[in-house]
């Protein structure tokens, strides 16, 4: 019986270790400093491309190439690895694009991951090419404003409002690029990158490479743990 007991008890642990985390986590480091970034398990499409890049170490050594203080920091492009100085970029990545994945519950806020993309009547995502907001404190006023502007009539919701008021964003790109991931850690690398000096093109004069790595199960389970998320 006591050895039942024991073969049960070591098959239940090892069922519960061999359980995967409930998300999966990204680590991006730079010379002014590093964050852990959540991807959303609501965005699979854009959660799994990324994985998949980020995997085949495509990312490393690419440049964040565009920064805006108060607003983001956009990086991604192949091109950008050996790009030189006044070089134009934007342009590059894999020959593909991800279809929108919009929901009411991702937006905006301080410190989230989006992708980038071009005039495209779809609003198909960039295959490579992301944003982390940096954003700036909102205002009501300035959500009116958007809200008949550029949001076209969309009402930002009263809970969203809260956040933009207390955290800041970039409420005007909602509805138009999608968010699929926040950082969780070392949002101050995000602004840091976003005061540097740059040139007229929004590019940093000193280059800032990146290297993004996926944090391993065990890392991703104890973040969960830690940050009591939900799948």
Not at 65 to 75: E, K, L, S
Not at 78 to 92: C, T, V, W, Y
């Amino acid at each position: 019986m006591k050895k039942l007991l024991t073969l049960c008890f070591l098959l239940t642990a090892t069922m519960l270790l061999a359980k995967p985390p409930k998300n999966q986590y990204v680590r991006i480091k730079t010379a002014y400093g590093q964050a852990i970034i959540r991807l959303y398990n609501e965005t699979p499409k854009h959660r799994d491309n990324f994985i998949k890049l980020a995997k085949q170490g495509f990312y490393n050594g690419t440049l964040f190439y565009r920064v805006i203080q108060n607003f983001m920091i956009q990086g991604g492009d192949p091109d950008s690895k050996s790009a030189k100085p006044g070089q134009e970029l934007g342009d590059g990545g894999p020959k593909y694009t991800v279809p929108a994945e919009f929901k009411d519950s991702l937006f905006h806020k301080r410190g989230v991951l989006a992708a980038a993309r071009d005039d495209n009547p779809a609003k198909a995502s960039s295959s490579s090419q992301f944003y982390l907001v940096e954003g700036k404190r909102q205002t009501d006023g300035r959500l009116d404003t958007l809200e008949q502007t550029r949001l076209k009539g969309f009402k930002v919701p009263a809970w969203q409002r809260v956040v933009y008021k207390a955290v800041g964003g970039t409420p005007q790109l909602d509805h138009g690029y999608t968010v699929y991931g926040e950082v969780v850690s070392g949002i101050d690398m995000v602004d840091l990158i976003a005061a540097v000096e740059k040139d007229k093109k929004d590019r940093p004069l000193k280059d800032v490479p990146m290297t993004i790595e996926l944090l391993k199960k065990k890392e991703c389970k104890q973040l969960d743990k830690l940050l009591q998320v939900k799948k």
